[in-house]
């Protein structure tokens, strides 16, 4: 099993910033990528941004382009999320995921998630 806790979450003002991380523990060998999804209260959980764990690859949803840099550091198996330039539409619950490459298919694991709220 995988367990991911995230952390740094919190309140901030419009154009603030915060950073996100996400420690992975337990069977951290051939992952895939790890990324961030986010869910906003009545809306479903979206995709935020990813990278590989191979090469550091990164892509990012069209929202966040430009404010967010999601960063790894392999050897403390913690993946990253450096928000700037925050708007109250990115208030939401953000998740941290983890995918392991595991028999020719991608098994994904999840964090509990982490507040995140910008106030106007």
């Known amino acids: 099993q995988v367990q991911l806790v995230e952390s740094g979450g919190g309140l901030v003002q419009a154009g603030g910033s915060l950073r996100l991380s996400c420690a992975a523990s337990g069977r951290t060998f051939s992952v895939y990528d790890m990324g961030w999804y986010r869910q906003a209260p009545g809306k479903e959980r979206e995709f935020v941004a990813t990278i590989k764990w191979s090469g550091g690859s990164t892509y990012y949803a069209d929202s966040v382009k430009g404010r967010f840099t999601i960063s790894r550091d392999n050897a403390k198996n913690t993946v990253y999320l450096q928000m700037n330039s925050l708007k109250p539409e990115d208030t939401a619950i953000y998740y941290c995921?983890?995918?392991?490459?595991?028999?020719?298919?991608?098994?994904?694991?999840w964090g509990q998630g982490t507040q995140v709220t910008v106030s106007s």
């Open positions: 995921k983890l995918s392991r490459a595991m028999g020719g298919e991608f098994v994904p694991y």
